[in-house]
């Protein structure tokens, strides 16, 4: 059986485990460190009908169309019944001038279409991942951790859940979730730890028509999509027993979809750039296989005004300096002439070298560092997050 197969069956519980598992493995070599759902073998016996209640009852209204209107903070939470989810922080702590260090925490959640009428709180109704990397520039350091359980749907779980309710999506100690201070990020990686916390400053920022985020030419293409911008952040990221606790800014993506990539898409670049006038600036390209724009989108709030929204055609993000990773020999663009409507400005990252190769758990190899925001002077005038992908291969959700 093909390796990466093999992975996937096992890590799915339909290779080599039985359906009554209860107890943690490490899982196959060269995997992440996984978990099975549930903390005990009597939890397999609860009530079948409580398990299939819950997956049925919070997948209820979880269509993505156009005129849906998000509400708080049921939108916060999970949506069991769409494709694909995730909740998505990235940041900075230092000063504008100095940033210390980068920070991107991503939980993803994805409906894996099998076991729907398997009542066992073992079925792996959905996959839950999460990635995490700190980005020391001081040291020139990249480091990332990634983790991935299958989860039944229920909510009562406790090893790991993505609550309906609320944002509280947790694998083991990883967790993220909001309350009423903002969101607390608590991750323990094997090489750094994250205690964070991001506290609103702004109004969330509904992407697209009303939250409603075209993703190709085609209606179906398209996500329910908003950022929390602007986030103070403090706390504490530990490397190496060192501790880092200055202050810093914070930016925040919730997106669910039940399709996103066109045929041709195989892949994308996007930049979340929170400019030190406390505007916020969104930016995406969705690339052919020849480099050519499928779709671009966006968005531009100043300060204390209302977001506009960029329409098909009014972005243009041109490559520059490339970097080619030594691991997957995957190059890279890490410097971008970006043409909007608010302006034309320069993306560039901080450090070249932020690749994640996530293939022990979403399969996905891509690029996500911090940048710099310049303006059409040179100006550094904002810090925050580029990610491209499908320059190792073709991206697949």
Same mark, same amino acid.
């Given at each position: ?24 493995t ?20 609860? /009530?079948? /009908? ?5 997956? *049925? ?26 494709r694909?989810?995730?909740?998505y ?13 980068g920070?991107? *925490?991503?939980?993803?959640? !994805?409906? #894996? =279409? ?14 839950? &991942?999460a ?6 520039? %001081?040291?020139?350091?990249? $480091? ?8 039944s749907? %229920?909510?009562?779980s406790?090893?790991?859940? %993505? ?22 990020v608590?991750?323990? %990686?094997?090489? &750094? ?29 398209? /996500? ?14 530990? $490397? ?7 202050p ?11 399709e ?13 750039m929170? $400019?030190?006038?406390?505007?916020a600036?969104t930016?995406?390209? $969705? ?5 050519s ?14 977001? !506009? !929204?960029? #329409? ?5 993000m ?7 990773s ?17 302006g ?8 070249d ?17 911090l940048?710099?925001l310049?303006d059409?002077?040179g100006?550094?005038? =904002? ?15």
């Amino acid at each position: 059986m093909n390796p990466a197969r093999r992975r996937w069956l096992w890590q799915l519980g339909l290779a080599g485990l039985g359906a009554g598992a209860a107890q943690a493995t490490n899982g196959p070599p060269g995997s992440a460190r996984s978990s099975q759902e549930g903390s005990t073998a009597g939890s397999a016996k609860d /009530s079948a /009908s409580d398990t299939v209640n819950d997956t *049925v009852n919070n997948t209820i209204n979880d269509t993505v169309r156009r005129g849906r209107t998000l509400a708080f903070p049921r939108d916060h939470g999970a949506h069991l019944g769409t494709r694909t989810e995730w909740w998505y922080a990235t940041g900075w702590l230092g000063t504008p001038a100095a940033p210390e260090l980068g920070f991107q *925490v991503t939980y993803f959640r !994805s409906r #894996t =279409g099998l076991a729907q009428d398997n009542p066992s709180r073992f079925a792996p109704r959905q996959l839950l &991942f999460a990635h995490a990397a700190v980005t020391a520039l %001081a040291g020139q350091r990249h $480091l990332h951790d990634e983790r991935i359980v299958r989860w039944s749907g %229920a909510q009562d779980s406790r090893s790991a859940r %993505a609550s309906t309710a609320d944002t509280d999506v947790h694998i083991g100690p990883w967790r993220l979730h909001r309350n009423t201070a903002g969101w607390q990020v608590a991750v323990a %990686a094997r090489d &750094f730890t994250l205690a964070l916390q991001l506290a609103p400053t702004q109004p969330l920022l509904l992407q697209g028509d009303a939250g409603f985020s075209r993703k190709g030419p085609q209606q179906a293409q398209a /996500s329910h999509y908003y950022s929390a911008t602007q986030l103070q952040t403090s706390g504490r990221v530990t $490397l190496a027993g060192a501790a880092v606790t200055s202050p810093g800014r914070a930016w925040l993506d919730h997106e669910w979809s039940q399709e996103i990539l066109h045929p041709e898409a195989v892949g994308w670049d996007w930049v979340g750039m929170n $400019l030190f006038d406390g505007s916020a600036l969104t930016a995406f390209v $969705l690339r052919r296989r020849d480099g050519s724009a499928l779709w671009t989108g966006g968005s531009f709030r100043a300060a204390g005004a209302a977001s !506009s !929204s960029f #329409t098909p055609g009014q972005v243009g993000m041109t490559p520059g300096r490339r970097w080619r990773s030594p691991a997957t020999n995957a190059s890279y663009p890490v410097q971008w002439q970006l043409d909007t409507p608010a302006g034309r400005f320069t993306v560039q990252s901080l450090m070249d070298a932020q690749e994640l190769d996530s293939r022990a758990s979403t399969g996905t190899i891509y690029w996500e560092g911090l940048s710099e925001l310049l303006d059409s002077q040179g100006r550094r005038v =904002g810090l925050g997050y580029l990610e491209m992908t499908g320059y190792a291969a073709p991206l697949k959700l």
